[in-house]
């Protein structure tokens, strides 16, 4: 019988990754994430999972050390965050490019300088081109479910998972989480099958210096060059999303809780103004709506699951016809404007007529508290643009910074 | 265990069509490495003229399986190998980690001392050319005092090689052992030694590189010999701390017979802008070490 624990998002990762049997885990302090590998440290010492625990002494040999285990076959494991994950990215291409299905939790914090702990976006989106499919939590239980759900998928399309939740916001904050029976884990997500094994008689050469053009192999057939490997990736990530939903679906079958909808949505039918956020901010901005529809504005929450590989047919349905989308994002990029708010008005382009007027706010960088009023001032800024010329071309920072 | 080259195992592991540069002295120490290991081997290796041994896909002339990985990682790398397989019921392989003198004293100390400190089940070796040879011949923490490099054209290196050996005896590794690639059977000897030894082995592996050098291909083989016999290099191993000179270094301790390093010099274009007092200075250096490790081995 499932039983509901109440849990840290950091807890609850932990845990998921012991349901999931993980084998070889790499751990590297940064907060918020360290509680992650500490209590997976309890769990190996106790003897509850048999798994190698190998205490790294940096986060690009963290994921140096999976990339190599699950190479000969091992579910590999390990978490980070900001500038741990910044200080990863070379490995990060490396992963991708070497096709191992590693799962990750990153806890977003803001990257310095100057330092923070604190939360926003950052860290994963600076990484959104590294290869790796990108999911983003909305709660604890998401965190336990998306990393089952990750591991299956990694393991099927064999491209590494980032499963990202706000740092604090959720790796520090208790919430009743569902917890699975071990034998229903066990029985969604069988032990890892790698795609081939070492054999001594039959030595490969794996990950080598790879020239422009394909060339023939030892039976004469083309082997790819270098592009052909690149396009195969992302081959990889455009067939994952189907592979996340049909697993989505699966899930839901096993465990009560689907995820065949790579948005969340929350009042969006009749919706006049509809904020797009990720993470912990998408469940927030409910709250803005349900104030906000008080007062007679229509409004609704698109909330992005998955970022890589990105939904934009989706996203397209999701928004068209919508007269003013609010896209709320805790990242920039610098010199322009927010990742996602570039990433969704060219997912809508060419809706024309029904295309939305479309309001990028920056807020809750380095753990600026974003409050309901805050996502509803953000709607009234939005709503007095009456067309496309009165928006401003940079972002719009929300904050009541000096 | 086999002294002779006709005591080594029949099996090659590299087979014709290496892409390294004619007279390189890296397939030589690999090949002996190899025959020591066996089959049951995983190597893993960074970026560096090692990768370009193992040629371009999708054909490679070495019969071992191999994994690639960044430049900085390699200890890392061999760390995941070691873990993967020990979780998956494999201990029975060799994990061996080869990286070059800039994948090890300069971008992998990270890694390496890492991996070291943990008392990884693996074999280390650090192949020394003595610079960034792969990237074109920049100077690395390796590069002796007095070379000419692509980094230090005009004024040759000023700074002597980094003691890279003392850093890694430092870890108090299971097994240490330095070794020439002109020198086979000394080389094979303490690789099947390793093999047996569980924890951290590390291995200093030095190889003549013609291109980087600046000597005749077919002058490989002396340039390592006279590295050994003027004790530039000097062949040894230390084993749960006891240390012990090997092969030719023991033969010279005993004999009392050591060349000037001035003829391991001359025959080198990388060294042609040193002055006199720079040649001095390298006979002392190695003068004194030399005394210190005849004062280590009690003879
Ligand atoms: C992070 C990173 N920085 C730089 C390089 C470029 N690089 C490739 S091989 C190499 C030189 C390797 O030198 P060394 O380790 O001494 O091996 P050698 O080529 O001399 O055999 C360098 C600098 C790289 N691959 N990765
Ligand atoms: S540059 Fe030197 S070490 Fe590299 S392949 Fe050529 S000879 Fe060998
Ligand atoms: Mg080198």
Request: a neutral charge; aromatic letters at 8%.
């Amino acid at each position: 019988m499932a039983r509901t624990k109440i849990l840290t998002g950091n807890e609850t990762a932990a845990l998921a990754a012991k349901m999931c049997r993980v084998q070889v885990v790499a751990a590297y302090p940064i907060t918020p994430q360290s509680k992650i590998p500490e209590v997976l440290s309890e769990y190996v010492e106790r003897g509850e999972l048999d798994a190698e625990f190998v205490r790294v002494e940096s986060e690009h040999s963290a994921m140096g050390v999976c990339i190599s285990a699950s190479l000969v076959g091992a579910r590999a494991f390990t978490a980070t965050a900001a500038n741990g994950l910044a200080y990863m990215h070379e490995q990060l291409h490396w992963a991708a490019g070497a096709r191992v299905p590693i799962v990750m939790p990153v806890t977003n914090r803001g990257l310095g300088a100057p330092w923070t702990i604190l939360n926003d976006m950052q860290d994963t989106i600076s990484q959104r081109d590294t290869g790796w499919i990108q999911l983003y939590c909305m709660n604890n239980q998401e965190v336990l479910d998306q990393i089952i759900l990750a591991y299956k998928v990694a393991e099927r399309v064999l491209v590494p998972v980032m499963v990202c939740f706000d740092g604090f916001r959720l790796s520090h904050t208790m919430m009743p989480v569902e917890i699975p029976d071990q034998e229903k884990v066990d029985a969604y997500l069988p032990p890892f099958e790698p795609p081939y094994l070492l054999d001594p008689e039959n030595p490969v050469n794996i990950n080598p210096v790879v020239l422009t053009d394909p060339l023939p192999g030892a039976d004469g057939r083309p082997c790819p060059g270098y592009m052909g490997f690149r396009r195969r990736l992302q081959e990889a990530l455009e067939s994952a999303l189907d592979v996340l939903l049909e697993e989505g679906r699966i899930f839901g079958e096993h465990f009560g809780r689907s995820y065949d909808d790579p948005l969340y949505r929350y009042r969006t039918e009749d919706a006049r103004l509809v904020f797009v956020a990720m993470g912990s901010l998408a469940s927030e901005a409910t709250e803005a709506v349900d104030m906000l529809r008080e007062e007679g504005i229509p409004a609704g929450v698109v909330g992005i699951r998955i970022f890589r590989p990105f939904p934009r047919r989706a996203l397209r349905e999701a928004l068209a016809g919508v007269q003013i989308m609010a896209v709320l994002e805790k990242a920039v990029s610098y010199g322009h404007e927010g990742a996602l708010a570039s990433e969704v008005k060219a997912a809508l382009y060419g809706l024309n007529g029904a295309q939305p007027l479309a309001v990028n706010f920056i807020l809750g960088l380095g753990g600026k508290d974003v409050k309901p009023a805050d996502v509803c001032e953000a709607a009234r800024r939005a709503l007095s643009f009456s067309g496309p010329g009165e928006v401003p071309e940079s972002p719009i920072w929300l904050s009541n910074e000096i | 265990m086999a002294t002779a080259i006709m005591d080594l195992p029949d099996r090659e592991y590299i087979l014709p069509g290496t892409r390294t540069c004619a007279g390189c002295g890296l397939p030589i120490a690999y090949r002996h490495i190899l025959k020591a290991l066996g089959p049951k081997t995983v190597v893993t290796l960074p970026a560096c003229c090692l990768t370009i041994l193992h040629g371009m896909y999708p054909k490679t002339p070495v019969a071992i399986n191999s994994v690639n990985n960044t430049f900085g990682s390699t200890a890392a790398s061999a760390s995941g190998l070691v873990a993967g397989l020990k979780v998956t019921g494999r201990e029975d392989y060799t994990v061996l980690a080869m990286a070059g003198d800039g994948g090890t004293f300069d971008m992998g100390i990270q890694a390496l001392s890492g991996a070291a400190e943990r008392q990884t089940n693996f074999i280390y070796v650090c192949y020394d050319n003595e610079a960034y040879m792969n990237t074109g011949v920049q100077r690395s923490s390796a590069t002796p005092a007095g070379a000419v490099t692509t980094t230090t054209p005009v004024r040759p290196k000023e700074q002597p090689k980094k003691d890279f050996i003392q850093i890694m005896e430092a870890h108090h590794p299971a097994y240490l052992a330095t070794t020439c690639s002109s020198y086979p059977a000394d080389l094979y000897n303490k690789f099947v030694k390793a093999k047996d030894i569980r924890g951290t082995r590390f291995i200093h592996l030095a190889v003549p590189c013609p291109a980087g050098w600046g000597f005749p291909t077919r002058h490989t083989v002396k340039m390592g010999r006279l590295a050994v016999e003027t004790a530039v290099v000097v062949l040894y191993e230390v084993e749960e701390g006891r240390f012990r000179l090997t092969g030719k270094s023991l033969n010279m301790a005993k004999t009392g017979r050591k060349r000037p390093v001035s003829e391991y010099l001359e025959g080198q274009a990388r060294f042609k802008k040193m002055t006199p007092e720079q040649v001095e200075a390298f006979q002392e250096w190695v003068d004194r070490r030399w005394e210190q490790l005849l004062e280590r081995a009690g003879l």
